[in-house]
């Protein structure tokens, strides 16, 4: 079901941070080193990350990975590690004495753990001086509003689309952001242009999320749904200047599980969403993709409708269409809203397995189940929020 209720998908591609594990299996978290090898020994606790690293982990991982800091063999029998507890490594101090080292965990999370939504590409700074330092601190501030604080994945490209100088790197994370230094002892070299690009939680990209857009069928070259195609075929429905995105297939399926990464040209809120087909052997053709944007919370700012109860349970469902909403009460309701909200008239639950639709685009359905066990749908009603367009001409 493509709706407001609907679950959010994985967007991480294998080179950020969050990424997805085989066949679409849970998506990895960054590296953690919470603990040094003092006193008792070291401890990773899982108890311990979700306190000091909120938002960044799972509260019930699928899997835990455990390395030394310094790449040496793991002490086994000084360490015990689970998805329930984490990781504990106990010095042993009998003879022959035994001290833990120091040793870093990441998790397996399930996939909706990942989901969020990507920003645009970011280039602050220039290869000049010590190096190309592009930080999450002086992101977060030279771009207010375009950047949690807290991102869940990270991806770092050149500008030129040549390989990462792994060997300059200082630092490669959602915590840090990105940097490379220079080296200047022969043999010299220096640090090319980077950008970085950050996976953000759903809290971030909830601000204000536009209608799923399917512009383009995956003929031809591939499947372009191009931001600036968008906003000419789909005006006052998406912001000029997204600070977010999300991608998938028709069916549901998120763009990195899709199998298509290497197909996949670009995927920010800058450009848009391009699937490239690959002609050459093995030919491999784009599946259909859908794109949905996250936009500054002033591009929503627009106006709400009254609640509209349109339809009463009865016959296959309750149906508070857009179209037959239109219809009905012309001039109370605009043709592109940017949001929808639902509820049941006597405040319960909404029946979300019974639900078909709820989006700007075909408006809300809910469909009787007649098979055992038999469940009929609530009374329910909708309204809408508009563009500043409409609002102003309703005096609003």
Same mark, same amino acid.
């Given at each position: 079901?493509?709706?407001?209720?609907?679950?959010?998908?994985?967007?991480?591609?294998?080179?950020?941070?969050?990424?997805?594990?085989?066949?679409? =299996?849970?998506?990895?978290?960054? #590296? /953690?080193?919470?603990?040094?090898?003092?006193?008792?020994?070291?401890?990773?606790?899982?108890?311990?990350?979700?306190?000091?690293?909120?938002?960044?982990?799972?509260?019930?991982?699928?899997?835990?990975?455990?390395?030394?800091?310094?790449?040496?063999?793991?002490?086994?029998?000084?360490?015990?590690?689970?998805?329930?507890?984490?990781?504990?490594?106990?010095?042993?101090?009998? $003879?022959?004495?035994?001290?833990?080292?120091?040793? =870093?965990?990441?998790?397996?999370? $399930?996939?909706? /753990?990942?989901?969020?939504?990507?920003?645009? #590409? /970011?280039?602050?700074?220039?290869?000049?001086?010590?190096?190309?330092?592009?930080?999450?601190?002086?992101?977060?501030?030279? +771009?207010?509003?375009?950047?949690?604080?807290?991102?869940?994945?990270?991806?770092?490209?050149?500008?030129?689309?040549?390989?990462?100088?792994?060997?300059?790197?200082?630092?490669?994370?959602?915590?840090?952001?990105?940097?490379?230094?220079?080296?200047?002892?022969?043999?010299?070299?220096?640090?090319?242009?980077?950008?970085?690009?950050?996976?953000? $939680?759903?809290? @971030?990209?909830?601000?204000?999320?536009?209608? #799923? /857009?399917?512009?383009?069928?995956?003929?031809? =070259?591939?499947?372009?749904?191009?931001?600036?195609?968008?906003?000419?075929?789909? $005006? +006052?429905?998406?912001?000029?200047?997204?600070?977010?995105?999300?991608?998938?297939?028709?069916?549901?399926?998120?763009?990195?599980?899709?199998?298509? +990464?290497?197909?996949?040209?670009?995927?920010?809120?800058?450009?848009? @969403?391009?699937?490239?087909?690959?002609?050459?052997?093995?030919?491999?053709?784009?599946?259909?993709?859908?794109?949905?944007?996250?936009?500054?919370?002033?591009?929503?700012?627009?106006?709400?409708?009254? #609640?509209?109860?349109?339809?009463?349970?009865? %016959?296959? %469902?309750?149906?508070?269409?857009?179209?037959?909403?239109?219809?009905?009460?012309?001039?109370?309701?605009?043709?592109?809203?940017?949001?929808?909200?639902?509820?049941?008239?006597?405040?319960?639950?909404?029946?979300?397995?019974?639900?078909?639709?709820?989006?700007?685009?075909?408006?809300?359905?809910?469909? +009787?189940?007649?098979?055992?066990?038999?469940?009929?749908?609530?009374?329910?009603?909708?309204?809408?929020?508009?563009?500043?367009?409409?609002?102003?001409?309703?005096?609003?």
């Amino acid at each position: 079901m493509r709706a407001l209720l609907s679950m959010l998908l994985v967007l991480s591609f294998a080179s950020t941070e969050c990424t997805t594990g085989p066949s679409g =299996k849970g998506c990895k978290t960054r #590296w /953690f080193d919470r603990d040094d090898p003092s006193g008792v020994g070291d401890y990773e606790t899982l108890s311990n990350l979700l306190q000091e690293y909120p938002g960044q982990l799972c509260a019930k991982p699928l899997g835990i990975e455990v390395q030394t800091l310094d790449g040496s063999p793991l002490q086994t029998s000084l360490i015990h590690s689970d998805t329930t507890n984490g990781f504990s490594c106990q010095n042993k101090y009998d $003879p022959p004495a035994e001290m833990c080292k120091d040793y =870093k965990v990441r998790f397996t999370c $399930p996939d909706n /753990f990942c989901s969020g939504c990507k920003t645009r #590409w /970011f280039d602050r700074d220039d290869p000049s001086g010590v190096g190309d330092y592009e930080t999450l601190s002086n992101l977060l501030q030279e +771009n207010p509003g375009q950047l949690c604080s807290n991102p869940i994945g990270i991806e770092a490209r050149t500008l030129d689309g040549s390989p990462l100088q792994t060997s300059l790197i200082q630092y490669y994370d959602t915590a840090s952001g990105f940097g490379c230094m220079n080296k200047y002892d022969p043999p010299a070299e220096m640090c090319k242009d980077y950008k970085v690009q950050f996976t953000c $939680p759903d809290s @971030f990209c909830s601000v204000c999320t536009t209608r #799923w /857009f399917d512009r383009d069928d995956p003929s031809g =070259k591939g499947d372009y749904e191009t931001l600036s195609d968008l906003l000419t075929e789909f $005006p +006052n429905q998406l912001c000029a200047n997204p600070i977010g995105i999300k991608a998938q297939t028709l069916d549901g399926i998120l763009a990195v599980s899709s199998g298509q +990464n290497s197909l996949i040209q670009y995927y920010d809120p800058t450009t848009g @969403f391009v699937c490239q087909n690959q002609l050459s052997a093995p030919v491999q053709l784009c599946k259909d993709y859908e794109v949905q944007f996250t936009c500054p919370k002033s591009f929503c700012s627009g106006c709400k409708t009254q #609640w509209f109860d349109r339809d009463d349970p009865s %016959g296959y %469902g309750d149906y508070e269409t857009l179209s037959n909403l239109l219809q009905e009460y012309p001039g109370q309701l605009c043709a592109n809203p940017l949001e929808i909200e639902v509820q049941t008239l006597d405040g319960s639950p909404l029946q979300t397995s019974l639900i078909q639709y709820s989006d700007t685009t075909t408006g809300f359905v809910c469909l +009787n189940k007649l098979t055992p066990p038999v469940l009929f749908c609530k009374d329910y009603k909708v309204r809408f929020s508009c563009p500043q367009s409409f609002c102003q001409g309703k005096g609003r």
